[in-house]
């Protein structure tokens, strides 16, 4: 497919396009900066020379993707979607933002009582669906493409199809998805993400991750 990821120069927009572009996706990675994109482009280009990768703005790479993915920090979220808003019509958007607090380690809920990915509905009302996927996925180890990631990806949305699209996405990035409901159901994934961080720092680890249990043949 070919990926937009908006706020793709950040390490989590980043390590996701570097993992999709590893398994044949093209990926065009937005920025508020032109330039600021084609860097990063030029930087995922040398880790992966046979890459389909090229850097933009986060409009023009909107506008030249089928998919596209929101990876920016929460505060930003809204101005990121309204200046893209146009040229999303029709095309899904994956978010894997997870608002944060002042402390990062600690549950932040926000002013709404809904999710990020439920305030980016709202927001894109009539014009395309947000599926949320990957706020529990640290991305200190996503540039490593031997690194085994020990963890599940879960997935929130209210169309399945929309969904098994993100849970294809979390193969291609060596991961494995779980489809978990609709996306109200994002809010509590977004919240469990300052849980992990929490036990990053008491346990002196930097990818402790989410391992949905029951699922198996067997289970
Ligand atoms: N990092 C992780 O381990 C991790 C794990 C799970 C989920 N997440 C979520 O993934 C998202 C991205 O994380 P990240 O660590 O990659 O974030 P980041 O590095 O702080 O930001 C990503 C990109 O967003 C853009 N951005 C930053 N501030 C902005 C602003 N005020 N207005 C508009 N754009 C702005 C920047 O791109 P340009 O300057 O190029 O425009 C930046 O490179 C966040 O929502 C985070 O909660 C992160």
């Known amino acids: 497919m070919k990926i937009a990821i908006l706020g793709g120069t950040g390490n989590e927009g980043f390590g996701l396009g570097y993992r999709w572009a590893a398994a044949g996706h093209e990926i065009i990675i937005g920025s508020r900066k032109t330039e600021k994109g084609e860097g990063a482009a ?9 890459g389909k990768i090229s850097g933009t703005n ?8 089928e998919l596209v993915v929101l990876s920016v920090p929460y505060w ?11 040229a999303l019509a029709g095309k ?5 933002v997870a608002p944060t607090g002042e402390k990062a380690a600690r549950v932040h809920r926000l002013e709404s009582g809904l999710s990020a990915a439920e305030e ?45 699209v ?3 996405l979390c193969q291609d990035a060596g991961l494995n998805g779980v489809n978990a409901g609709s996306l109200q159901n994002a809010r509590a994934v977004e919240e469990m993400t300052a849980v992990l961080i929490a036990i990053n720092i008491i346990h002196k680890k930097k990818s402790a991750g989410i391992r949905i249990t029951g699922l198996s043949a067997e289970g």
Request: hydrophobic letters at 45%.
């Open 42 to 50: 030029v930087d995922m280009k040398a880790k992966l020379p046979e």
């Open 92 to 96: 899904l958007l994956i978010t894997v």
């Open 166 to 168: 993100a849970m294809q």
């Open 76 to 86: 930003a979220q809204e101005g990121t979607l309204e200046s893209v808003k146009e």
């Open 120 to 164: 980016a509905q709202n927001q894109l009302a009539g014009i395309t669906r947000v599926v949320a996927a990957f706020q529990n996925i640290g991305a200190h180890h996503l540039l490593d493409l031997e690194h085994q990631l020990d963890c599940d990806v879960l997935v929130c949305g209210d169309k399945k199809a929309d969904k098994q």
């Open 58 to 65: 986060n409009l023009a790479a909107t506008q030249q993707a």
